[in-house]
């Protein structure tokens, strides 16, 4: 299957991208049967309803998987390797919520007498549609910055 890859030098600072998916409940079973993750904040219903947060939340690194997605698929795209990612937790996230995963360009750089070319793409993941609270329509469950490392 032919992938369209992007080079550094077609890739501005400002350009975007977003990647929109409604979690689900199987989705984040999955996510705990795949990683191992098995913390009752995220599969106990009864032990999380006695927290501050009154129920069940995603687990994080499946809202920042979203980032993943949106950096791997979209930009830069395939030809792309994830060097790094910082993140902050800033809402939860319930089963049924629909969130998009934004990134931005901000700083495009060159390693080793530009042999290695870097991106640095600020990254968000935002909370569209909440279930539980729609109060949190709009804002940010998840912010932080990537380091990208260009193939091409």
């Not at 395939?78 to 360009?105: K, M, W």
Request: charge should be negative; proline fraction near 4%; charged fraction near 25%.
């Amino acid at each position: 299957m032919p992938y369209e890859e992007k080079t550094w030098d077609e890739i501005n600072v400002g350009d975007k991208a977003v990647f929109t998916k409604t979690i689900t409940e199987t989705d984040d079973y999955l996510f705990a049967g795949i990683t191992g993750d098995f913390n009752p904040m995220h599969i106990d219903e009864v032990y999380a309803r006695q927290t501050q947060f009154g129920g069940r939340i995603c687990h994080g690194a499946l809202t920042v998987g979203l980032i993943s997605t949106v950096l791997g698929m979209k930009l830069p795209g395939p030809g792309c390797i994830y060097g790094g990612q910082t993140v902050r937790f800033t809402n939860p996230v319930h089963h049924g919520d629909t969130l998009s995963a934004h990134a931005e360009v901000i700083e495009k750089y060159t390693k080793k007498e530009g042999k290695l070319k870097f991106l640095k793409i600020k990254t968000t993941v935002v909370i569209d549609d909440c279930v539980k609270d729609p109060s949190h329509n709009g804002k940010e469950a998840a912010v932080g910055e990537a380091t990208i490392l260009m193939l091409k």
